[in-house]
């Protein structure tokens, strides 16, 4: 995992010339920010990542070239969506699930 760490390192300073909302960039902070969250369970980082490539990216995305312009919203989506799930309360300490009638079916109208 430490290769693999230093490795986004490097890539992701290499990647610094490029534009914030280049779509190699973006899909760099991605993967990054999964394999912290899920590698190296370093959620902290991982949103922090995550958060800092899609805020600059959205600050450029109404510049971008139309060419790059659905991939880099495609990517962005895919950030947000990781954010919102990293970032969501643990449904283990507020869900309440009915277990009395588990791995019985549904009785049907045929049924009665």
């Known amino acids: 995992a ?4 230093k490795s986004y390192e490097d890539a992701t300073t290499s ?3 490029l534009e914030h909302v280049n779509p190699i960039r973006l899909g760099l902070a991605l993967n990054y920010s999964v394999f912290q969250y899920e590698i190296l369970k370093s959620d902290e980082e991982a ?3 995550a958060s800092a490539a899609f805020e600059s990216a ?3 995305l109404g510049n971008v070239k139309d060419d790059c312009y659905r ?5 962005l989506q ?7 799930l990293w970032t969501a309360p643990d449904p283990s300490n507020n ?13 049907t109208e045929g049924d009665a």
């Not at 430490?2 to 760490?5: G, L, Q, V």
């Not at 869900?95 to 009785?107: C, F, H, R």
């Open 47 to 49: 949103c922090k990542l």
């Open 2 to 5: 430490e290769k693999s760490r």
């Open 95 to 107: 869900q309440i699930v009915n277990t009395e009638d588990a791995g019985e079916p549904a009785a």
């Open 15 to 17: 990647a610094a010339s």
């Open 78 to 84: 895919l950030i947000k969506d990781n954010l919102a």
């Open 71 to 75: 991939e880099a919203a495609l990517i």
């Open 58 to 60: 959205m600050t450029e």
